[in-house]
Every structure is written in structure tokens, then in C-alpha cells.
């Protein structure tokens, strides 16, 4: 069974067990989402459209928030002596899609021992040089804090394994 849901002005087809990065949410790690713009749910003749939606709900668990890639911005006057640089990270929250009208993603065993870790690797990547330092220092890792941030990433990493 899958969904098209609507949510930050785009359009999402989902199905049980995916996970996707949507326009930021305003909701904690681990914490519930569901989704009421759903534009078609169904599979094969049980499909339903909506119009404009259907009268289904999506449900997934935020898995984390962060900021994507820098999007470099340049431009450029020939003969002007013009030139403008601009960056962009976009924020993001990662959702894994948990129920589709009420049916829940089948539990893999892959899942399950994914769950008895106690703690989730952090998207350390997306962190600034102060986060990655406070990190540290709540778990204990010890880190060079003039290092740059790809190396304190790195120690962070080793040592989290």
C-alpha cells in the first residue's frame, strides 16, 4: 500500500517503512507526525484519489532534524566588475513512515535490534564546531577543541563505535 501525502508544499509517495526529508517540522526527535493531506492512498483496484484529499492519514516518527548541503549562490556581471557569493543550507526533518490508514510497517528483526541500541548515531555532520564540542563532552569522548570540524567528526565517529 502506498500513499501521496502533501506536506511543506510538496508532494511525497510514500509507503510503509520509507523514510524522507521534508521542509523543516517543528517537532522534536522521536516524537510522533501524522499527516492529513493525503492526495491518493490505496494499491492496484483499491486505489482512493482525493479530491482535493482523501479521508486517510499518514503516521511516521521524526528521526532527526538537520541541514542539508550548501547551495552556493554566484553571480555575475561580464564587463561590470560584478560579482555577488551567496550560501544556503536548507533545514530538514527526516520522517520514517510508520502507518498508512491505520496499517502499521511489518516489524523486521533488523528493526528490532536497531531499537535495542541504547543511543542513535547523531547527523554529526550538520552539527557547528560548539555542538560538536558539547556532544562530546555529554558523552564522555574526549576531543582537541581547536581541531577542525571534520576532524572532531572523525574522533567522535571511532569513538561512538
Known amino acids: 500500500m502506498y500513499a501521496i501525502i502533501e ?52 503516521e511516521g516518527k521524526v528521526i532527526e532534524s538537520g541541514r542539508g548541503k550548501k547551495v552556493v549562490i554566484f553571480k555575475y556581471k561580464a564587463k561590470k566588475d560584478y560579482r555577488k557569493k551567496q550560501g544556503h543550507r536548507q533545514p530538514y526533518t527526516l520522517v520514517e513512515i510508520t502507518a498508512i490508514d491505520g496499517v502499521k510497517a511489518p516489524e523486521t528483526p533488523a528493526v528490532e535490534a536497531a531499537e535495542e541500541k541504547p543511543a542513535k548515531k547523531p547527523a554529526l555532520k550538520s552539527m557547528r564546531k560548539a555542538e560538536l564540542i558539547e556532544f562530546a563532552k555529554e558523552n564522555g569522548i574526549e576531543i582537541d577543541e581547536k581541531a577542525t570540524n571534520a576532524v572532531m567528526i572523525e574522533t567522535i565517529e571511532a569513538a561512538l563505535k
Not at 17 to 31: F, H, R, S
Open 7 to 58: 506536506t511543506g508544499g510538496k508532494q511525497y509517495r510514500v509507503q510503509n517503512g520509507d523514510q524522507i526529508a521534508v521542509e523543516k517540522l517543528n517537532i522534536a526527535d522521536g516524537e510522533k507526525v501524522v499527516f492529513d493531506k493525503v492526495l491518493v492512498a490505496g494499491e492496484g483496484a483499491d486505489i482512493k484519489v482525493g479530491a482535493p484529499y482523501v479521508d486517510t492519514t499518514v
